[in-house]
């Protein structure tokens, strides 16, 4: 089998690339911003003629969510559009596809975990365009598998831990606020569990069940526990304060409580989910 990762610069796309190196049971290739810029339609069919693959996997987004609010046009392009065309094209050639979304379609208000199938009503840009993304990638290519993700981190890249990490070289107090609920995801085990249906897919193509599906690690916490927790792992002294989110004013609204019930994958495909301060240790002791 033969699997394509687009946005192998991204820390999903890192991850997964690194992972995949010990994975013996397809053969993987990255593109990077170089070598696929997605802001072109002929960009994708040109390079999905050249490449050969049986399978898609996007993680290439436009992420900065508070810059999306003033640049609509460029997030859609990338998070809507793009996934439009590689899910048409992969389409053209017999190839599935892996999409990444996330808890932003949701817009937050409730109390309990969101299934895949809850109301969706993003009230930001960013979510928006990745809710757009989906419905394309649905539409343009039926063996598309789609897994929304939420409060993503690993060793690469720009993501909360390692700004908690570097503010606590920079700061002795902290504030962060304690009214938005979520699940912090460890870029390993998700890049993990899409390595598992790949494999289930490469023995079995009927493994490949195309839908929906949620994988956040397992707990909820609040980004003020979430900061906590980092400097308990990490041993630093950082005096962190919870704040409200009206105290700490951004250009997109974030969800209050956006937890999701990722029990679907873990039937579905026989995927593990650890617990978020397991995996947030390991990536600590990484980063440390
Ligand atoms: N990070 C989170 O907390 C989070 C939460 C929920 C869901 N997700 C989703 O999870 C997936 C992976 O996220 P991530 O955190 O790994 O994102 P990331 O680190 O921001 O990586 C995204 C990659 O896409 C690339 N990209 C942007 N525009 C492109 C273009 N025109 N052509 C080619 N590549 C382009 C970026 O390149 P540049 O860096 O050069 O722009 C970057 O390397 C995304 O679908 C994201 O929406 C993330």
């Known amino acids: ?39 072109k339609e002929e960009n994708v069919k040109s390079c999905f003629e050249k490449e050969e693959f049986d399978y898609l996997v996007n993680c290439a987004a436009y992420t900065a969510v508070d810059r999306a609010e003033s640049e609509r046009e460029t997030a859609m392009l990338i998070n809507a559009q793009a996934p439009e065309w590689m899910a048409k094209y992969a389409h053209q050639k017999g190839a599935g ?13 409730g109390n309990r975990p969101f299934s895949p199938e809850s109301p969706k009503y993003p009230t930001s840009v960013y979510g928006e365009t990745k809710l757009k993304g989906e419905e394309l990638v649905a539409k343009e290519n039926p063996n598309h598998i789609i897994i929304r993700t939420a409060w993503l981190y690993s060793r690469y890249g720009a993501n909360f831990v390692k700004t908690m990490l570097r503010l606590s070289e920079e700061k002795s107090e902290l504030s962060v606020v304690y009214d938005q609920v979520g699940a912090p995801t460890y870029a390993d ?21 195309p839908g929906i599906y949620h994988y956040s690690n397992l707990g909820v916490c609040s980004w003020y526990d979430f900061a906590l927790m980092i400097f308990k792992l990490s041993k ?53």
């Open 97 to 109: 596809i892996i999409h990444i979304s996330t808890d932003y379609v949701f817009g937050g208000s």
């Open 236 to 288: 630093r002294k950082v005096k962190v304060s919870p704040v409200l989110s009206d105290e700490y004013k951004t250009a997109a609204e974030r969800p209050a409580y956006s937890v999701m019930d990722s029990s679907k994958i873990r039937k579905t495909f026989g995927v593990q989910i650890p617990y978020w301060t397991d995996s947030l240790e390991k990536c600590i002791s990484e980063l440390n």
């Open 1 to 39: 089998m033969r699997v394509l990762i687009v946005g192998g610069e991204g820390q999903l796309g890192l991850t997964l690339t690194e992972l995949s190196k010990t994975a013996g049971f397809a053969s993987f290739k990255a593109t990077t911003m170089e070598s696929l810029d997605l802001s």
């Open 189 to 209: 085990d998700l890049a993990a569990a899409i390595l598992k249906l790949l494999e289930l897919s490469a023995k079995d193509k009927s493994s490949f069940v």
